[in-house]
């Protein structure tokens, strides 16, 4: 893990710029901290770190507050990482499909995110050998909101992690609602109710199908974008009650 | 209204027994507040104030931390307020329908739940005119919990009520479906995912048919009574937004 840039944010947060071999990541930490803090994973879609970072900078300085630090990387095929060519290719089905007003079939699904999860999940935990790694960074781990598919194959194989966060706002291939059942971490779900494309019925079969003993379903009026801010204050009282 | 008693619970709450005509009430006040202070009126099953009062007295005192005042009266019915016939026996064949583990035919709720209505609210209008004539009390005011049909009927018909946290773990008259559309405060609503004597695409049902622009849904884990602390804390928290 190679620190690439430093800066402080206003609020008393660091920010620091990194990339772990050809991976570009940010891992904010409140400057406050003294002794090692928990980490929270920054889940985002694949749009890139450079068009999320508003919303990211946002989430991390929440999380500063609440005494953690929060970190990301860049997602495979996203940003300034190399073209896949695969997943465009889904991607471009998918874009097509909806535009037809049809339903997204399950081999479009399947062929855009079943690779992503294959392949960054591994990314994800190898950042979090490096960033526990980091003499600020204590953990314990939560992982929040991103692609959930990946939120869901984490909670399963990664240990670390003991409380996930997650948005029920992105097409679930079905192996997933299998994996769903193997989850046994406290879970925080976030749902928009009017969500444009994503199918509420699909949510909430999954949010069913979780194995966590503790978990919560949040629904919130408005589109995939319009997250209201209470539901933030919410999620946030979920990583402070698991992560402290 | 005539208040019959006062004590000082142990955390700086002022608890007032009183009674509005025959009808039997609690107001729990801050004792620190300086100034008049909004008000949550605490809604709660037609099993009696006693029988509830623990539950009851653990939601004031929260709503009390929270600088708000709390007050409840008796049902109709119910405690120590003359029988109802007609209802008791409502209660007689939904239990017998419940035991023999068939459906709750609509005719059962009906006649258990609008006659409740229908007698209550005023009840509960009369005592918010009584509340908010006390030289402590200012407004605005929140509805919390209880029988979920009442609740919607407050949240119509008292202009008072600025913001509602209902819990939809009762049975629910098609009718109040309709009545469900007319409401627009903002609306906090908790589910129990595995309510025993709840149907919950009914309960999902009518969360769609509120017509609150602000409303999100918060369903827990656990049966009818094992809703988790950490859903009474976000509950709060969207009570401090919509009454500070």
Redesign the interface.
């Given at each position: 893990m190679h620190v690439t840039s430093e800066r402080h944010l206003d609020d008393g947060v660091i920010e620091r710029a990194f990339t772990l071999g050809e991976i570009p990541g940010i891992l904010w930490t409140p400057m406050s901290a003294s002794a090692p803090v928990p980490l929270i994973l920054l889940g985002h879609p694949p749009l890139g770190l450079r068009a999320m970072y508003p919303r990211l900078v946002r989430r991390a300085r929440h999380a500063a507050a609440d005494g953690f630090a929060a970190a990301t990387i860049e997602l495979p095929g996203s940003g300034d990482r190399p073209r896949w060519p695969a997943v465009e290719q889904a991607r471009a089905e998918l874009r097509r499909a909806m535009e037809a007003g049809g339903p997204v079939g399950g081999e479009i699904t399947d062929a855009l995110i079943l690779p992503l999860v294959e392949k960054a999940v591994p990314e994800w935990q190898a950042a979090l050998d490096a960033l526990l790694a980091l003499p600020g960074i204590g953990g314990p781990v939560g992982y929040s909101g991103g692609v959930i598919s990946i939120g869901i194959r984490l909670a399963v194989v990664e240990p670390r992690i003991v409380a996930a966060g997650l948005f029920a706002g992105s097409l679930v291939p079905a192996a997933m609602f299998e994996e769903a059942r193997q989850v046994t971490v406290p879970l925080h779900v976030l749902l928009q109710?009017d969500d444009e494309g994503n199918d509420r019925q699909a949510a909430?079969d999954l949010?069913?199908a979780f194995g966590?003993?503790?978990?919560?379903?949040?629904?919130?009026?408005g589109g995939h974008t319009g997250v209201?801010q209470?539901?933030g204050?919410?999620a946030a009282?979920?990583f402070a009650?698991h992560l402290r």
């Amino acid at each position: 893990m190679h620190v690439t840039s430093e800066r402080h944010l206003d609020d008393g947060v660091i920010e620091r710029a990194f990339t772990l071999g050809e991976i570009p990541g940010i891992l904010w930490t409140p400057m406050s901290a003294s002794a090692p803090v928990p980490l929270i994973l920054l889940g985002h879609p694949p749009l890139g770190l450079r068009a999320m970072y508003p919303r990211l900078v946002r989430r991390a300085r929440h999380a500063a507050a609440d005494g953690f630090a929060a970190a990301t990387i860049e997602l495979p095929g996203s940003g300034d990482r190399p073209r896949w060519p695969a997943v465009e290719q889904a991607r471009a089905e998918l874009r097509r499909a909806m535009e037809a007003g049809g339903p997204v079939g399950g081999e479009i699904t399947d062929a855009l995110i079943l690779p992503l999860v294959e392949k960054a999940v591994p990314e994800w935990q190898a950042a979090l050998d490096a960033l526990l790694a980091l003499p600020g960074i204590g953990g314990p781990v939560g992982y929040s909101g991103g692609v959930i598919s990946i939120g869901i194959r984490l909670a399963v194989v990664e240990p670390r992690i003991v409380a996930a966060g997650l948005f029920a706002g992105s097409l679930v291939p079905a192996a997933m609602f299998e994996e769903a059942r193997q989850v046994t971490v406290p879970l925080h779900v976030l749902l928009q109710w009017d969500d444009e494309g994503n199918d509420r019925q699909a949510a909430l079969d999954l949010f069913d199908a979780f194995g966590s003993k503790e978990k919560s379903l949040h629904a919130s009026m408005g589109g995939h974008t319009g997250v209201p801010q209470s539901a933030g204050e919410d999620a946030a009282g979920f990583f402070a009650r698991h992560l402290r």
